[in-house]
């Protein structure tokens, strides 16, 4: 871009307290580099006169959350979602009999406990949540996230497709008489017993642990073995509601790392090298 035009970028508003001065002393001193700066360097930004450690961070962090919010919407009209949740909720009401039952012996030791409707039902937050951090505070981590959600995501819809494929595990009465049984019984109303595998649940708590391990923004270790407690609550609570076998569970583990080893440890690493030789 352009210097003239950066600096009317800057002044225009969408950096509180950057006006018009401050976003031409920013020009000056770092050119074209100058919303790299921002976005990658804030520390930089102190020699400039007027803006402090903290006022930097500031605006940083506002900066990629403008940064991240921008490549979200990018990344929609990219890889087409519209088309993936479409597809998704096609063979959710096509596939409903004449699939392959994925239950084996082994589910048949795995008691029903209505008491893991929580974690199960807290999975669809968890990954919003994260994602909405990641925009904020860390914009490179939220595209790396999105890469794994929506390969690990449209790889499973593509397996379900091409192997139609449900379980028979579902209590046909409830064992128990109490409001979490309720709630079990609410989701299996809007959840069909087909398509589960592999588990999208699983492979979204694998998506979820890559993204919060790989960000520089989570580094404490009480968030990472947290959430990856957690995680396995979510992954256990699928087989003891019956909404999945062992089977979808193992094949979504496979899946999810799978995946997120090429995401960041292949596709992630070549992109950390390109973007050093462009600092």
């Not at 509180?16 to 930089?44: C, H, W």
């Not at 940064?67 to 979200?72: E, I, M, P």
């Not at 790396?144 to 397996?159: D, E, K, V």
């Not at 999208?200 to 407690?229: C, Y």
């Given at each position: 871009?352009?210097?003239?035009?950066?600096?009317?970028?800057?002044?225009?508003?969408?950096?509180?307290?950057?006006?018009?001065?401050?976003?031409?002393?920013?020009?000056?001193?770092?050119?074209?580099?100058?919303?790299?700066?921002?976005?990658?360097?804030?520390?930089?930004?102190?020699?400039?006169?007027?803006?402090?450690?903290?006022?930097?961070?500031?605006?940083?962090?506002?900066?990629?959350?403008?940064?991240?919010?921008?490549?979200?919407?990018?990344?929609?009209?990219?890889?087409?979602?519209?088309?993936?949740?479409?597809?998704?909720?096609?063979?959710?009401?096509?596939?409903?009999?004449?699939?392959?039952?994925?239950?084996?012996?082994?589910?048949?030791?795995?008691?029903?406990?209505?008491?893991?409707?929580?974690?199960?039902?807290?999975?669809?937050?968890?990954?919003?949540?994260?994602?909405?951090?990641?925009?904020?505070?860390?914009?490179?981590?939220?595209?790396?996230?999105?890469?794994?959600?929506?390969?690990?995501?449209?790889?499973?819809?593509?397996?379900?497709?091409?192997?139609?494929?449900?379980?028979?595990?579902?209590?046909?009465?409830?064992?128990?008489?109490?409001?979490?049984?309720?709630?079990?019984?609410?989701?299996?109303?809007?959840?069909?017993?087909?398509?589960?595998?592999?588990?999208?649940?699983?492979?979204?708590?694998?998506?979820?642990?890559?993204?919060?391990?790989?960000?520089?923004?989570?580094?404490?270790?009480?968030?990472?073995?947290?959430?990856?407690?957690?995680?396995?609550?979510?992954?256990?609570?699928?087989?003891?509601?019956?909404?999945?076998?062992?089977?979808?569970?193992?094949?979504?583990?496979?899946?999810?790392?799978?995946?997120?080893?090429?995401?960041?440890?292949?596709?992630?690493?070549?992109?950390?090298?390109?973007?050093c030789r462009e600092a």
């Amino acid at each position: 871009e352009r210097e003239e035009d950066m600096i009317a970028y800057l002044s225009s508003g969408i950096l509180k307290g950057v006006g018009p001065a401050t976003a031409q002393r920013l020009v000056e001193r770092f050119g074209t580099d100058t919303l790299l700066v921002i976005e990658r360097e804030p520390e930089r930004l102190r020699c400039i006169k007027g803006i402090t450690a903290q006022r930097a961070k500031e605006l940083s962090d506002a900066f990629r959350a403008l940064t991240g919010l921008r490549q979200l919407m990018e990344f929609l009209a990219r890889y087409d979602l519209p088309v993936y949740l479409a597809m998704f909720f096609t063979i959710e009401h096509l596939i409903t009999d004449n699939y392959w039952a994925t239950q084996t012996v082994i589910d048949d030791y795995i008691p029903f406990c209505e008491w893991f409707i929580f974690p199960y039902v807290s999975w669809s937050p968890l990954l919003v949540v994260l994602g909405i951090y990641l925009i904020l505070k860390d914009a490179e981590g939220f595209r790396r996230y999105m890469w794994s959600i929506m390969a690990t995501f449209l790889i499973s819809t593509l397996i379900c497709v091409l192997i139609p494929n449900g379980q028979d595990l579902r209590p046909a009465v409830m064992p128990r008489d109490n409001i979490f049984c309720d709630l079990v019984a609410y989701t299996y109303s809007l959840d069909t017993n087909t398509n589960v595998f592999p588990s999208v649940h699983v492979v979204g708590v694998i998506d979820a642990w890559f993204a919060i391990w790989h960000s520089k923004r989570l580094k404490k270790w009480t968030w990472r073995w947290g959430t990856g407690l957690y995680g396995l609550a979510v992954i256990a609570s699928t087989m003891f509601i019956k909404q999945h076998a062992i089977i979808d569970v193992l094949a979504g583990l496979v899946l999810g790392f799978a995946c997120n080893f090429v995401v960041y440890n292949i596709i992630g690493k070549r992109r950390d090298c390109r973007l050093c030789r462009e600092a």
